[in-house]
């Protein structure tokens, strides 16, 4: 697959209206978020209609909060990315927003290394969730999907995901953990994607055609059924009402 590069800062405003209506890494997980029953979760069907509403409306739909420890994970993002140089000899590049040549998806990236060859994901967690990690050894399952997502956007051999909570000593203050390319299931993975945004488009259509069933008259009017007219300037009327 091949992507664009957008030469945004992340978090800008330009940064936001590049990712209105697309699928991204930070949303993957929602969107192969299922039922034990095998029907659709609720993260996912909520993830749709706002992928949908933001491409009919042309505004985010994310509620924007951010709280005292989410703000201090993004202050502390380039602190980490300097430990994992240092620890790793990799040498990061910013790469703005990547977007997919052919479908509604992107992804942001926290470094890439050389001809992205491989990418950095960084965490700053709280101190709990950093306890976690460093007992178990592994990745979130909740960050296992954005970790996927990025991988194939961006085609990257490797992804490093690193977990950074200075209050820890060193070096438990780090815990790396690379993931191979060749050991996920990609194709599966892009057929999930498709599959959804398959999905996103669709609604989005059928909401589209809503707009154009609605009829037109000169006034205001409003029907048995309370749907309103849509006022049009024309001297005559335009359907019934």
């Excluded at 699928?23 to 029953?37: K, V």
């Excluded at 005292?68 to 000899?89: F, H, K, N």
């Excluded at 950095?120 to 999907?145: F, N, T, W």
């Excluded at 996927?148 to 780090?174: G, K, R, T």
Aim: proline share 6%; glycine share 8%.
């Amino acid at each position: 697959m091949s992507f664009t590069i957008l030469d945004v800062t992340q978090r800008s405003p330009e940064w936001h209206a590049a990712r209105l209506g697309r699928l991204t890494g930070s949303r993957a997980a929602d969107m192969l978020s299922t039922l034990r029953n095998g029907g659709e979760a609720a993260g996912r069907r909520n993830l749709r209609i706002q992928l949908v509403l933001e491409r009919i409306t042309g505004r985010s739909q994310e509620n924007g909060y951010q709280s005292p420890a989410m703000a201090q994970g993004i202050e502390r993002e380039v602190d980490a990315a300097a430990v994992y140089e240092s620890l790793t000899g990799q040498l990061l590049s910013t790469t703005g927003f990547l977007v997919h040549d052919s479908l509604m998806a992107g992804c942001s990236l926290d470094g890439a290394t050389a001809n992205f060859a491989g990418i950095i994901e960084i965490k700053c967690p709280q101190p709990p969730a950093h306890l976690d990690v460093l007992r178990s050894g592994r990745i979130p399952g909740g960050y296992m999907g954005q970790v996927v997502h990025n991988l194939w956007i961006s085609n990257a051999d490797w992804c490093d995901w690193l977990s950074y909570q200075p209050d820890f000593p060193p070096p438990m203050h780090v815990k790396l953990v690379r993931v191979h390319r060749r050991d996920i299931d990609i194709q599966a993975y892009e057929l999930a994607a498709r599959l959804f945004l398959s999905e996103v488009d669709r609604e989005e259509e059928a909401v589209l055609k809503m707009a154009e069933a609605v009829p037109a008259c000169d006034g205001p009017a409003v029907s048995s059924e309370g749907a309103g007219c849509v006022l049009v300037p024309s001297a005559s009327p335009i359907g019934n009402c």
